[in-house]
Protein backbone atom coordinates (compact mmCIF):
# COMPACT_ATOMS: atom_id res chain seq x y z
CA UNK A 1 0.00 0.00 0.00
CA UNK A 2 2.86 2.62 1.03
CA UNK A 3 4.26 1.91 -2.71
CA UNK A 4 0.98 2.55 -3.99
CA UNK A 5 0.43 5.60 -1.86
CA UNK A 6 4.24 7.15 -3.01
CA UNK A 7 3.20 6.73 -6.38
CA UNK A 8 0.27 8.33 -6.74
CA UNK A 9 1.69 11.23 -4.31
CA UNK A 10 4.28 11.80 -6.67
CA UNK A 11 1.67 11.41 -10.06
CA UNK A 12 -0.49 13.90 -8.02
CA UNK A 13 2.16 16.23 -7.33
CA UNK A 14 3.47 16.38 -11.19
CA UNK A 15 0.31 16.64 -12.37
CA UNK A 16 -0.70 19.30 -10.16
CA UNK A 17 2.32 21.28 -11.14
CA UNK A 18 1.38 21.97 -14.16
CA UNK A 19 -2.23 22.95 -12.55
CA UNK A 20 -0.31 25.33 -10.26
CA UNK A 21 1.60 26.97 -13.00
CA UNK A 22 -2.18 27.74 -14.65
CA UNK A 23 -3.25 29.14 -11.59
CA UNK A 24 0.19 31.12 -10.86
CA UNK A 25 -0.24 32.72 -14.61
CA UNK A 26 -3.91 33.23 -14.01
CA UNK A 27 -2.83 35.39 -10.87
CA UNK A 28 -0.26 37.21 -12.41
CA UNK A 29 -3.11 38.06 -14.94
CA UNK A 30 -5.54 38.87 -12.31
CA UNK A 31 -2.69 40.95 -10.31
CA UNK A 32 -1.86 42.78 -14.00
CA UNK A 33 -5.81 44.02 -13.95
CA UNK A 34 -6.31 44.99 -10.25
CA UNK A 35 -3.38 45.20 -8.85
CA UNK A 36 -5.16 47.33 -5.74
CA UNK A 37 -7.09 43.94 -4.52
CA UNK A 38 -5.78 42.82 -1.25
CA UNK A 39 -8.83 43.14 1.32
CA UNK A 40 -11.47 41.18 -0.08
CA UNK A 41 -11.58 38.35 1.79
CA UNK A 42 -15.26 37.59 2.23
CA UNK A 43 -15.08 33.54 0.73
CA UNK A 44 -13.21 31.17 -0.60
CA UNK A 45 -14.34 32.09 -4.41
CA UNK A 46 -13.21 35.83 -3.72
CA UNK A 47 -9.93 34.88 -3.43
CA UNK A 48 -8.74 34.67 -6.78
CA UNK A 49 -10.08 38.22 -7.34
CA UNK A 50 -9.18 39.68 -3.72
CA UNK A 51 -5.58 38.31 -2.99
CA UNK A 52 -3.98 36.86 -6.05
CA UNK A 53 -0.79 36.88 -5.05
CA UNK A 54 -1.82 34.66 -1.90
CA UNK A 55 -3.19 32.31 -4.54
CA UNK A 56 0.05 32.43 -7.21
CA UNK A 57 1.84 31.20 -4.13
CA UNK A 58 -0.65 28.38 -2.81
CA UNK A 59 -0.76 27.25 -6.35
CA UNK A 60 2.71 26.26 -6.27
CA UNK A 61 2.40 25.39 -2.51
CA UNK A 62 -0.10 22.74 -2.54
CA UNK A 63 1.02 20.32 -5.45
CA UNK A 64 4.80 20.65 -3.36
CA UNK A 65 3.39 19.37 -0.77
CA UNK A 66 1.52 16.49 -2.45
CA UNK A 67 4.69 15.61 -4.08
CA UNK A 68 6.80 15.79 -0.17
CA UNK A 69 3.95 13.81 1.15
CA UNK A 70 4.55 11.19 -1.95
CA UNK A 71 8.04 10.70 -1.45
CA UNK A 72 7.89 10.11 2.16
CA UNK A 73 5.37 7.65 1.56
CA UNK A 74 7.80 4.64 2.05
CA UNK A 75 9.70 6.09 5.37
CA UNK A 76 6.81 7.84 7.03
CA UNK A 77 3.83 6.89 5.77
CA UNK A 78 1.44 8.86 8.41
CA UNK A 79 3.22 12.45 8.02
CA UNK A 80 3.40 11.55 3.72
CA UNK A 81 -0.50 10.74 4.39
CA UNK A 82 -1.39 14.10 6.64
CA UNK A 83 1.08 16.34 3.77
CA UNK A 84 -1.08 14.08 0.96
CA UNK A 85 -4.48 14.86 2.48
CA UNK A 86 -3.76 18.52 2.80
CA UNK A 87 -2.43 19.09 -0.88
CA UNK A 88 -5.94 17.35 -1.64
CA UNK A 89 -7.97 19.76 0.52
CA UNK A 90 -5.80 22.25 -1.28
CA UNK A 91 -6.81 21.45 -4.49
CA UNK A 92 -10.26 21.01 -3.96
CA UNK A 93 -10.47 24.78 -2.16
CA UNK A 94 -8.01 26.44 -4.31
CA UNK A 95 -8.50 25.01 -7.60
CA UNK A 96 -12.04 23.71 -7.61
CA UNK A 97 -14.43 25.90 -5.68
CA UNK A 98 -11.86 29.22 -6.61
CA UNK A 99 -11.56 28.57 -9.69
CA UNK A 100 -13.10 31.43 -12.46
CA UNK A 101 -14.15 28.68 -15.49
CA UNK A 102 -15.72 25.65 -15.34
CA UNK A 103 -13.02 24.13 -17.39
CA UNK A 104 -10.25 24.82 -15.10
CA UNK A 105 -11.96 22.12 -12.62
CA UNK A 106 -12.05 19.24 -14.82
CA UNK A 107 -7.95 19.60 -14.56
CA UNK A 108 -7.98 19.83 -10.96
CA UNK A 109 -10.10 16.17 -10.54
CA UNK A 110 -7.00 13.99 -11.64
CA UNK A 111 -4.30 15.61 -8.98
CA UNK A 112 -6.77 15.94 -6.73
CA UNK A 113 -8.21 12.04 -6.52
CA UNK A 114 -4.61 11.02 -7.16
CA UNK A 115 -3.68 12.94 -4.11
CA UNK A 116 -6.64 12.13 -2.08
CA UNK A 117 -6.43 8.36 -2.58
CA UNK A 118 -2.49 8.10 -2.13
CA UNK A 119 -3.02 10.12 1.50
CA UNK A 120 -5.57 7.27 2.29
CA UNK A 121 -3.49 4.29 1.07
CA UNK A 122 -0.71 5.93 2.99
CA UNK A 123 -2.68 6.17 6.14
CA UNK A 124 -3.80 2.70 6.23
CA UNK A 125 -0.36 1.42 5.12
CA UNK A 126 1.03 2.42 8.10
CA UNK A 127 1.88 -0.68 9.94
CA UNK A 128 5.42 -1.77 9.07
CA UNK A 129 5.52 -4.61 6.77
CA UNK A 130 6.48 -7.98 7.78
CA UNK A 131 10.33 -8.82 8.26
CA UNK A 132 11.28 -11.36 5.49
CA UNK A 133 11.78 -14.60 6.72
CA UNK A 134 14.93 -16.05 4.81
CA UNK A 135 14.72 -19.70 3.59
CA UNK A 136 16.46 -22.25 5.54
Not at 25 to 40: I, S, Y
Not at 95 to 100: A, D, E, I
Not at 101 to 116: D, E, I, Q, Y
Request: no cysteine.
Amino acid sequence: MRIAAMILGLLGGVLGLFVGFLGYAGGAVLALLNPDATGMFDWIVQLWLGAPRLMQIVSIAVPVMTLIGGGLALRRPVPAAILMLIGALGFFLVFGLGSLALTFRTFVVVPFLLSLIGGVLAFFGREPAPPAVPAA
